[in-house]
């Protein structure tokens, strides 16, 4: 164990050394790795994750590009899969932020955390691009969310100025844009990263469900019968004369999670080392809305976005 570990960071000083690098959003630089611009500790992860994690074949996993609204899919995947599990006057939500429901998977450390008791189905969370997975991951369901790539523009430029140290001066949109655009913000380029899936979700549909945020803010109800199919608990009919979907939907609003003490005040610790990565529950809840993009972004700037997005799209079928 130990030898493949110290041949690991090996590998990873070797490729930090080697690989394209740029200023990112944050502190921490962005590394071209295999197409895909990480922080150097992600790179690592993934390392991690490619020689440790044991997937098993009925792992469900959620894979999105940050800000296209994980935190509420999270909470809907787990109530949904879980619903024997919890009343809804005593729901495991209503004191814990929906990021404890389930693992991000990017945020594994040597030595990997033990998940072999956890029941079947496992849920796992993930950002990582399709082709950065490790591939036994690849063959387990995948439920991919993807939301409009200006939204999720304006979404992580908030995020990412709540994050940032104070000691940096503050990231402007037009920089955040312009990073955007060019691809290197983390797990970027955007467009690459719905694709990955895109791509594997029309060869294999019953192995990877598409989803759009827009899709879901449009009709939860729907979305959550879907999920409950996909990942094979459907809803029995005595379940939906009792309303149990529209309660779900219900549970996971924005209105509902975003009131909530532990949402106000609670905050998540990514990884297993405390210091880690400490995130305020309330940053990830922000407006929950579509089309903010507008309030933000000039004519010209949406212009640009389009084009990209219509030029990277235009042979996949996918309209987003
Ligand atoms: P905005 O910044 O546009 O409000 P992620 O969870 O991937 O980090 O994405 C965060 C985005 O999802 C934020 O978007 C956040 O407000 C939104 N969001 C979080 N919880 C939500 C919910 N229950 N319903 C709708 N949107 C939600």
């Known amino acids: 164990e130990d030898a493949d570990y110290n041949k ?23 590394y071209n790795y295999n197409g895909f611009w990480l922080n150097p500790h992600i790179i690592k992860n993934n ?40 009343s809804f006057s005593d729901h495991f939500l209503l004191h814990h932020g929906p990021h404890s429901t389930f693992p991000l998977l990017d945020f594994e ?32 369901k ?16 908030h995020f990412m100025c709540k994050l940032r140290p104070k000691d940096m ?35 294999n549909p019953e192995k990877i469900l598409f989803l759009k945020y827009e899709e879901v803010k449009k009709q939860p109800e729907v979305v959550v019968r879907k999920l409950a199919a996909f990942m094979g608990k459907p809803f029995t009919a005595e379940e939906v004369e009792k309303g149990v979907v529209e309660k779900i939907v219900e549970l996971c609003s924005f209105g509902n999670l975003s009131n909530l003490e532990v949402n106000k005040n609670g905050v998540e610790k990514f990884g297993k080392v405390a210091a880690e990565l400490g995130v305020d529950n309330r940053q990830f809840f922000r407006k929950g809305e579509t089309g903010d993009w507008k309030i933000y972004l000039s004519e010209e700037m949406s212009q640009r976005i389009d084009g990209i997005t219509h030029d990277k799209l235009k042979d996949s079928g996918l309209i987003i």
């Open 8 to 30: 690991l960071c090996e590998d990873h000083n070797h490729l930090i050394e080697t690989i394209p690098k740029r200023n990112g959003w944050k502190e921490q630089h962005l």
């Open 142 to 157: 995948i439920v991919y969310l993807c939301r409009e790539p200006k939204d999720v523009l304006i979404s992580k430029w």
């Open 47 to 86: 390392l991690v994750v490619h020689t440790y994690f044991k997937s098993q074949s009925t792992d469900i996993f959620l894979a999105s590009f940050m800000k296209s609204g994980t935190t509420w899919l999270k909470a809907l995947m787990f109530s949904t899969l879980n619903r024997h599990l919890y």
């Open 169 to 203: 001066p503050p990231l402007s949109l037009e920089e955040a844009f312009e990073l955007f655009c060019a691809g290197i913000s983390d797990y970027g380029p955007f467009w690459e990263h719905v694709l990955s899936y895109w791509r594997a979700s029309l060869e």
């Open 109 to 140: 450390t040597h030595p990997i955390t033990d998940f072999t008791q956890l029941p079947a189905p496992r849920l796992f969370a993930t950002h990582f691009p399709r082709t950065l997975l490790p591939p036994l991951i690849t063959s387990c």
